[in-house]
């Protein structure tokens, strides 16, 4: 017994001291408070995304090793699903590093916190996508290498056989096209719901996937005019019309509720005929489905197709102890050759022409040029206030809700609500 | 009345087809795990709908698990785990034993009142407590050995440290403990000190061995959440080489997510766990009935 229990009272010391040890040798890099002026701290939401964080090592590597480099760049990578709370501890313990990068729509959200400076860049960036850079109250807080499009993937060889015309740019299906096209579809007995919304889908998805429909059908999230309220926007008529028209899809049996958790996977296993989703997916299904593969745009729903603007981009803290070397890595990071490295590894519409240019996919005549195309044409911004982080909460509820069955008109009210109680809350989210 | 042998055959007959038919149903997601596994992402959604997905069949390899390791430095994580909730343990069970043991023996004036005071924190959720500890550890020294000085910086963020010591002290497993500990004899105690023992002596050579099931109980109980924590270092810990497992299960959600290599890595990260539960189940299983029907 007593050499039982001085073994393990030996373990506890040994633990005590390993503690210690771990201290002395866990100590992590340091932080922006602690950062000197040769090395500075950059985040990005790209860990286990092994191409593109290579891609943004490969920018940082050649930046470090140019004789023009103001300071040494340390590229920390995060999850992406938890990227935000790592932000939101850091900023409230005062560690925020130099650089971030950031989902665009939170821009002004993380400017009106103080966590962002405005940017101070030698590059031009009158050039690229609008949606590729971010601004609020007249300044410029963040810019992406790069935006994403919503779109629409189905095979030919099932449009043919349901005697349905593939959309085009010059002409997207109509709503009333929509509905003839899933109803013939269906009519094929090929799958049990012929469309796949991603409905299985959450967090940012609900906001960015089917805000773009709400505001086809002539409603928004908020009203942009002073982003104050929503009310009378995303409860009005227009809304409530998507909303029933959102769950008539589901009531009439083209789509599920909840589909399946990985919407491309089943596309490609021929789960569903027309597949609702991303530029993203588009490589992976031509592997897949080859010259079979047709890109379309989204449904126009009266007031022309819209997809979301603005992907991940990049920004300086307002803490950096060394704001001249952040944007001077920025201004670096920005040349068209980074810019397409970037987007060439992720498969990612690159934010300027020159970029494009340098990706054969992406140039005139590429097979993915259509997706610059359609963030040329169609990208909406989602609304650029403080409140976004927020409202895109409650309007991915209400989606939640319209898609459980909930009263359309209700749904959208507790929404508008929630979202208008926030904004007061926060008197307006002035600067 | 007695049952004919034949009923008592059947009787038991249906007692054992209901445990295999519940142990089958707490075994299928761990064995869809494992085999899933093997499995490329195609042949998972593939044989779902068939009982195929069960078993290992079809186009099975190891490259899920290969890579694993290429996507997540998944050795570094799971290291960091196994020391993490190793010491949170070791420590956790001496910290907590004696704090339980002062309470359980101890004539001390308002020992009740901090009992209770101990037992009030458990109703506070950690989610809740969550940033203002951030900011706390933040606060805190932090010592370090430079050569042959000794420097003091401030913070704790981005350490091993700060994944350890704010759970070492336990509201549960001083409950579990003080439970226990009343039910051993104090006689014992008074026979030891005629024998000229002082308190901790009591405690290390007549409680403690006697307290073996507690001990295995507080175990398991540290070592689970040590092992699942998720939002804690996801707020404190910056540095990808001090990270614990459940932060890679994140980097595998991306915008294709290879659904192989979530379940190749899930399987990885739930070995330790099984294999620590099945070397302590008897305790575990003692502990609980009898702090159960004591307490």
């Not at chain 1, 060394?322 to 060439?344: F, G, H, I, Q």
């Not at chain 2, 038919?21 to 596994?37: D, G, T």
């Not at chain 2, 290969?66 to 570094?76: H, I, M, N, Q």
């Not at chain 2, 459940?246 to 190749?264: K, P, R, T």
Request: glycine content about 8%; charged content about 15%.
């Amino acid at each position: 017994m007593n050499k039982r229990f001085t073994r393990i009272l030996a373990t506890s010391i040994t633990a005590a001291a390993l503690v210690s040890s771990l201290g002395a040798c866990g100590k992590g890099s340091a932080s922006a408070t602690s950062e000197g002026s040769n090395e500075i701290t950059m985040w990005t939401h790209n860990a286990g995304n092994v191409e593109e964080l290579a891609a943004i090592q490969g920018v940082v590597d050649a930046y470090n090793q140019s004789s023009d480099a103001k300071a040494k760049i340390k590229v920390q990578a995060f999850p992406q699903d938890s990227y935000n709370d790592s932000v939101v501890s850091a900023a409230a313990a005062g560690k925020l590093p130099c650089i971030v990068d950031i989902d665009g729509p939170n821009v002004p959200n993380w400017a009106w916190a103080k966590y962002l400076t405005p940017l101070k860049l030698s590059t031009d960036l009158s050039a690229n996508l609008p949606s590729t850079v971010a601004k609020w109250e007249g300044e410029t807080y963040a810019v992406g290498h790069y935006d994403v499009a919503l779109a629409m993937l189905a095979r030919a060889s099932d449009l043919k056989a349901a005697g349905v015309r593939a959309a085009t740019i010059e002409q997207p299906w109509t709503e009333d096209e929509f509905q003839d096209a899933l109803t013939k579809l269906k009519a094929l007995g090929k799958w049990e719901y012929p469309l796949d919304m991603g409905t299985a889908g959450s967090g940012e998805w609900l906001p960015y996937g089917y805000s773009p429909l709400l505001q086809s059908f002539g409603a928004d999230l908020i009203n942009r005019d002073g982003f104050q309220t929503a009310d009378g926007v995303l409860n009005g008529d227009k809304a409530v019309e998507w909303a029933k028209w959102f769950r008539g899809l589901a009531d009439q049996g083209f789509m599920a509720t909840k589909s399946g958790k990985d919407s491309t996977q089943d596309f490609l296993n021929n789960k569903s005929g027309v597949l609702y989703t991303g530029s993203w997916a588009a490589d992976k299904a031509r592997a897949s489905l080859g010259e079979d593969l047709v890109v379309m745009p989204t449904v126009d729903l009266g007031n022309g197709p819209k997809i979301g603007g603005a992907s991940w981009q990049w920004g300086v803290t307002e803490g950096c102890a060394n704001t001249d070397a952040a944007m001077d890595y920025l201004s670096y990071s920005l040349k068209p050759e980074n810019m397409a490295a970037v987007a060439k590894a992720t498969g990612t519409i690159p934010a300027t022409e020159e970029a494009a240019a340098l990706i054969p996919e992406f140039a005139e005549g590429g097979a993915n040029r259509i997706f610059m195309d359609f963030s040329r044409k169609y990208a909406v911004m989602r609304p650029e206030t403080p409140a976004y982080p927020f409202i895109a909460t409650e309007y991915g509820k209400a989606v939640q809700d319209v898609l459980a069955g909930a009263d359309p008109q209700g749904a959208l009210d507790k929404a508008v609500k929630a979202i208008d109680a926030n904004i007061k809350s926060n008197g307006g989210y002035k600067n | 009345m007695k049952n004919s042998p034949r009923l008592s055959t059947l009787n038991n007959a249906g007692t054992m087809l209901l445990r295999i038919l519940f142990a089958a149903v707490a075994a299928f997601p761990i064995v869809f795990m494992l085999v899933s596994s093997l499995k490329p992402d195609t042949q998972i959604f593939g044989d779902m709908s068939s009982a195929a997905a069960f078993l290992p069949v079809g186009n099975i390899s190891f490259d899920n698990y290969a890579a694993v390791f290429d996507r997540v430095p998944a050795a570094r994580f799971l290291i960091n785990s196994i020391g993490i909730s190793a010491v949170t343990v070791v420590l956790g069970i001496f910290i907590n034993s004696l704090c339980a043991f002062a309470l359980s023996r101890m004539e001390v004036r308002g020992k009740r009142v901090v009992f209770t005071v101990i037992l009030a924190t458990l109703i506070v959720p950690f989610q809740t407590l969550a940033l203002p500890l951030v900011w706390w550890v933040n606060q805190l020294p932090y010592f370090e050995l430079s050569g042959f000085s000794l420097e003091i910086s401030k913070g704790w963020l981005d350490t091993y440290q700060v994944q350890i010591i704010p759970f070492i002290a336990n509201a549960f497993s001083i409950y579990l403990y003080h439970q226990y500990f009343e039910s051993i004899p104090k006689e014992l105690d008074e026979a030891a000190r005629i024998d000229g023992a002082g308190w901790f002596k009591i405690y290390r050579q007549v409680v403690m061995p006697l307290a073996g099931p507690a001990t295995a109980t507080v175990a398991i109980l540290t070592f689970l959440p040590a092992w699942n924590s998720y939002l804690w270092p996801l707020m404190v810990v910056q540095s990808e080489e001090l990270r614990p497992v459940m932060i890679g299960i994140q980097y595998f959600f991306q915008l294709n997510v290879s659904w192989g290599e979530v379940m190749a890595y899930a399987s990885l990260i739930t070995v330790p766990v099984v294999v620590l539960f099945i070397a302590f189940q008897k305790s575990f299983i003692n502990s609980i009935a009898s702090s159960g029907v004591k307490g």
